[in-house]
Every structure is written in structure tokens, then in C-alpha cells.
């Protein structure tokens, strides 16, 4: 959604840069066509989340109506908005716009956090993984699935998010590639982990050299190690 509102605050913008306008015109329309094609690849899988009894074409028709009936509404609220406010007139334009960006922005945070997501991603990994490792005995428990939803931030890009999990890492290096280097003390725990045949992931964890460890705060979530993760072809969601 700021990537939309983003393109038409550019849009906006042609009032103040009229010998701009093709340029301007031209990128805002490739930012709302990414902002569409972004919401048509994720809202399958916020349908699924609501899908509890197979029921995924009765959700998708009641998402499509939703949308249609908001649109239509939108569309309402913003031709009454132009017999008040004056569209050629930016300092009358851009308080309008801010509002509606303000409601716009906090209906989709507040929408967002009604999905209950089951799978774990590389965010809600770190908030997971960190309780399990931090345990300081047995009876701890680790957190569950809303607590890990209401932990996750989605709010902020990945560089800025501590939530991000840095210290576990999904094939990035292949296994061919780990076991050739035989030096490393984690080839025989590879080797054990590849006979067994009904595993279908392996692991290793590799130790961060002393000249990064003044850096692991920022680097890697402030952990001495990394966590390789490969999984097979045939891993499934329990994997």
C-alpha cells in the first residue's frame, strides 16, 4: 500500500512540475501496476489463511466483493472531496491526500494483523527461534503462534527491522560445496544427517570469525554463529 500511495503522491506532484508530467505520469503508473500485481500474488495466500473448511472459492467471491463495494465507495467519498476541495490547487490537495493516506495506511496495518499466519518466514523464524535458544530451562514455553504474530513488524524495510533473522541461512552454500571442504568440523555431522534417508532438510552451524564478532549486533542479530539450513526438493511444511 505505500508503494500506491507513493505513486500518487507522484501524480500529485505534476500539478507543481507541469513540463514534468509525462515523466511523472509514466512512473506513477509503473508504481501502482507493481502495487497491483504485488496485491494479486498475495491475496491467494491471505484468502488460504480464511480458508479453514476448504471453502476457498466462497472466500475469494466475498473478498471480490469487499473490494468492489469499497472501490465504489471510495470512489464516492472522492467525488464529494472534489466539489470541496480545489484538484488543481496542490495546498489544497496535498491535506486531503495526507488524511486519506493516514486512514488508508492504518486499515491496512489494522487488517493485516487480523491474519493468524501458520508458517514461519524469515522474521517470525528469529522471534521463534530466539525464545527456543534463550531458554534458560525445560519448563519455558515457547511462544505461540499469536504471540509470534503479534511480535512480527512488518511496518519497517528489512535492514531496519531487528526482527529480521540474520543468523539462520537457507542454502547458501550447497552441500557438495560444505563436505569438499574438509577442514570444517561439520562434515561429519552432514555425513551422519545425509544417511539417514527420511530427512529431508540438514544443518550445520558455522562459528563467525573473531574479526566479525565486534560486528554481530548489526550483522547477525548479535549471535556468534550461523545456522545452514538445505533443504531437499521433497520437504514438505512440517520440514
Not at 55 to 72: E, P, R
Not at 99 to 118: G, K, M, Q, R
Not at 147 to 164: C, K
Request: hydrophobic share 45%; charged share 15%.
Amino acid at each position: 500500500m505505500s508503494t500506491l500511495n507513493l505513486s500518487i503522491l507522484i501524480e500529485i506532484m505534476t500539478l507543481k512540475f507541469p513540463h514534468l508530467f509525462l515523466l511523472l505520469a509514466s512512473t506513477a503508473n509503473m508504481g501502482k501496476n507493481i502495487c497491483f500485481l504485488m496485491a494479486a500474488a498475495s491475496r491467494a495466500q491471505i484468502n488460504m489463511r480464511f480458508a479453514k473448511r476448504n471453502n476457498i472459492a466462497d472466500i475469494a467471491g466475498k473478498s471480490v466483493s469487499m473490494f468492489t463495494t469499497s472501490s465504489l465507495l471510495g470512489m464516492g467519498v472522492g467525488m464529494g472531496f472534489s466539489k470541496i476541495v480545489d484538484i488543481s490547487s496542490l495546498s489544497q490537495l496535498a491535506p486531503v491526500f495526507a488524511f486519506l493516506t493516514f486512514v488508508n495506511l492504518y486499515s491496512t496495518y489494522s487488517s493485516a494483523n487480523l491474519i493468524d499466519e501458520v508458517y514461519l518466514n524469515n522474521q517470525r523464524s528469529k522471534i521463534l527461534f530466539d525464545q527456543f535458544l534463550l531458554r534458560e530451562n525445560t519448563t519455558k514455553q515457547i511462544p505461540s503462534m499469536r504471540e509470534v504474530n503479534a511480535l512480527s513488524n512488518f511496518t519497517v524495510p528489512n535492514f531496519l527491522n531487528w526482527h529480521h533473522c540474520r543468523f539462520i541461512r537457507f542454502g547458501e552454500n550447497s552441500i557438495s560445496h560444505v563436505i569438499g571442504q574438509s577442514k570444517n568440523y561439520y562434515v561429519t555431522s552432514l555425513m551422519h544427517q545425509l544417511h539417514k534417508e527420511d530427512r529431508n532438510f540438514v544443518y550445520y552451524i558455522q562459528m563467525l570469525p573473531k574479526r566479525s564478532l565486534p560486528f554481530k549486533a548489526v550483522t547477525n542479530n548479535g549471535r556468534p554463529f550461523v545456522i545452514h539450513l538445505n533443504m531437499k526438493k521433497e520437504a514438505n511444511n512440517i520440514d
